[in-house]
Structure formats: structure tokens, C-alpha cells
């Protein structure tokens, strides 16, 4: 039996949406944060999964609950960054250290920059990377980079491709918060997940968007996930 | 049978080295070039496998030659860059277009700027690549981005790893050109060959880099490749 966790989630899209849900069905205590707690009923996020927040807590159940960013990071041992890459820095900020220090944050955003239309490109690549960002701006934040080479729908449920045969990665400083984020992409369903090191690493996950999105339009209408394949040399 | 091809390739380091071995071996008329080949005896690249040229001559046989880079390019119906990044648009500069126009260029570089060292950055991503820059400079040379996600070793011998169950990815305009390139990778025994699209997803490949170096220096000493998993949706 795993340990009940507390976990805040920040955004509400449909990262935050289908995390929160999955981390709810495996007990845990969930908590969303969204700029606008009130505004429950707007359409969140595009295509067929996108739901409001109503229909989301309607079809998730009474154990989940809707606030503030700042809330959701007070609920959370585990905070999730569930926003997208520009809104990161921002609301991690109004959120404030006091907050978040000590905690263990895993990070599924992306440095997209969607200014420019398709293909998108990234606002920091190569040389830093965003999970390197916040850890900079919050050095006593635990912050572990990991699942944001994959869509949502992957995410909670890597059997969708491959039974489950493909790779996620985890770039982090603090070994306990990736260890304990290991525990939990176990419990998801995660089997194969690479630790890459140091959040620096993270540069390689977040520039995978390239490959990723070339990947996804040339196979387009599969779903398609990463898998490292590899041999110890003889 | 296959028919057999005239091969040039630019480029003696370990890349050039290893793919006019293979070629040669499948029975193809490969001319190397160089930039001095006269200096057949200093040695090339680094590790274990690095060789002179003249001990590569003697290894493979009387079937390869070793002239300089125009010379190979004028061999070639098909001309593979195997040059580091950073060469590679001088060099091609110094063949000129005479001898380049209307063939294939198997693009097997990566913009790698190693001034910074470890980890090497990349001097152009994201908004453009090196396949791009090349095939603007050379409008009628048929660019197929390929093979530059892989070590040496793997690019001629896909089985020694996982069975040979991971992807090489094609980019480029000229769908002639990336047929025959396909072929020619079937030949050398890949099986997963993923067109990508035009010579813009060579950004994709090209930005893989980052996330090759950090599985390597996780995974050391194992060798590793990636393999796009894929479902089609339901």
C-alpha cells in the first residue's frame, strides 16, 4: 500500500486536469490551482479532452478541490508545475518561497514559444533550460524535471503506446525528491525511467520538443513515445 | 542485387572511416576525401577505434581510395558529409557546386560547437539547422539529413543495440533523394526508417544531441539508441 500523499497541482489545463485525476484515483490528496478559482465553468484547454473545471470536478469526485495557485502549493509535499512554459516563472513567483521551499517540484512544462506559430520554437534552449530557471530562482525548491516529453494522456498512462515500453526521464539536484518522484511514476505505471542527472540535463528533455512535434506530424495519427534502447558494450 | 554506387565521401575522421567500410564491404565504389591526402599517416579521430589512413586503406582494401574532398565529391552520385559540423559548409564551399549539383548529400553532421566544452552546445537550433543552412547554400543539391543521431558503430550496424529495434530518421525535400537513401540504409540493414518531412525537421534530429550526450554519460559505459514507439490511436 503506498503512502497517501498531499499534492498541489499548478494550472488547470489539460496537464493539470489529467494528472490531477489520475493522482486522485491512486488516493492521493489533490489539490488544483488556478488563477481564477471562481471561474469554474470556462472551457480549459483545446480538442475533445478539454473540459471546465465543473465538468472536471463533477467526473473526478468530491476528493479533489479547486484554488488558488498559492493554496495549491501550501496543500502540496509534492507540487506539480502543470503550466506552460511562460506562465511558469511568473505564477511560481506570486506563489512566493515561503511556499515552496523545502518542497519537491515536479516540473512537466516546456519553454514553448508559440509567438511564431508552427513549429514552435523554445524561449531558452542549449545553454540553460527552464528547469534550470526555476531552480536558480528558487534554490530550497526541489525541483525534478520529468514527463514533458509526453502528452497528458501518456503521462498517466503509458501503456496507451507501445505496452508501455518506452522511456521517461527525471533531471533533478536532490536525489530524495527524485527518488520519491521515481515512487511515484512507479504507482502511475511508469517501468522505464532514466535519471539523467543534474537539472542541467533538463536542456535535453525540453529541447526533445523538435523531434517530438516532427515525430508526431509525420506519424499523425498515432501516438508516438521515446523509448532509449540500449546494451551494455561487451 | 543490388546495384552497385559510386560513394564520395567528405570526411576521414571515425564517421568517414566507418561508413566507406561498410560501403565498400556491400561491394559500392567508395572514394574518400580529404583534406591533405598526401598525410595518410597522422592519426584520425580519438578512442580506440581511431585509425590512420593508411592502416584503414590496408584494412579494407584495394576497392577504397582517398583523394581530396572535390575529388571525392566528383566520384560520388551519392556524397556523404561526414565532416564535423563546424567544417562542413566551408568544405562544401571549397568542393563548389559544379561538383555538387543535382546529387544526393547524405548529411550525417551536427552543428556542434565544442568551444565551451562539455556539455557541447549547438551553434545553430531551434529557428534553423545545419541540414537547412546547407541545402539553402546549395539549392541543387538534394540534402537527406540522416544517421546524425547515432555513434559511428551504430550507424553501420543498427544490431548492436536492442536487437536493432530503434529508429534512423530521414529529412529532406527531394523525395527521389530520400528514396534512395532509404534503400541504401536498408541495404546497410536498418529496418525503423522514419521520413520526418522536409529539411526543416533536421532541427528535430539535429537538437537530439542534448538528450543523446546526457542518456550517454547517465547510461556510460552502455552503447544507446532511441526508438520511436508508436501506436496508432483507436
Chains 1, 2 share one sequence.
Do not use: C
Not at 467526473?59 to 509535499?77: K, L
Not at 506563489?95 to 514553448?112: A, F, Q, R, W
Not at 518522484?181 to 529541447?207: F, K, Q
Amino acid at each position: 500500500m503506498e503512502a497517501k500523499l498531499k499534492i498541489g497541482i499548478l494550472g488547470t489545463g489539460i496537464v493539470g486536469q489529467t494528472l490531477g485525476q489520475k493522482l486522485v484515483k491512486l488516493g492521493h490528496s489533490v489539490l488544483l490551482g488556478t488563477r481564477n478559482p471562481s471561474k469554474l465553468d470556462e472551457p480549459k484547454g483545446r480538442g475533445p479532452s478539454a473540459r471546465t473545471l465543473s465538468d472536471w470536478l463533477a467526473e473526478v469526485g468530491a476528493e479533489a478541490r479547486i484554488s488558488t495557485f498559492r493554496e495549491a502549493a501550501n496543500h502540496g509535499e509534492i507540487v506539480i508545475n502543470a503550466l506552460n512554459g511562460g506562465a511558469s516563472l511568473d505564477v511560481l513567483q506570486s506563489v512566493g518561497e515561503t511556499y515552496l521551499n523545502g518542497k519537491t517540484l515536479i516540473d512537466t512544462s516546456n519553454p514553448i514559444d508559440i509567438s511564431g506559430g508552427f513549429p514552435f520554437t523554445l524561449f531558452v534552449k542549449d545553454t540553460d533550460s527552464l528547469g534550470e530557471i526555476l531552480q536558480r530562482e528558487f534554490p530550497n525548491l526541489r525541483v525534478v524535471k520529468t514527463l514533458n516529453t509526453l502528452t497528458a494522456a501518456l503521462m498517466v498512462d503509458p501503456q496507451r503506446v507501445g505496452n508501455g515500453d518506452h522511456t521517461v526521464f527525471l533531471s533533478g539536484n536532490d536525489a530524495k525528491a527524485k527518488t520519491q518522484v521515481l515512487e511515484l511514476l512507479r504507482e502511475i505505471g511508469w517501468h522505464d525511467i532514466l535519471d539523467l542527472g543534474d537539472i542541467s540535463t533538463a536542456r535535453g528533455t525540453e529541447m526533445m520538443l523538435s523531434i517530438g512535434h516532427a515525430v508526431m506530424h509525420a506519424l499523425n495519427p498515432a501516438e508516438i513515445a521515446f523509448k532509449v534502447v540500449r546494451n551494455k558494450r561487451p
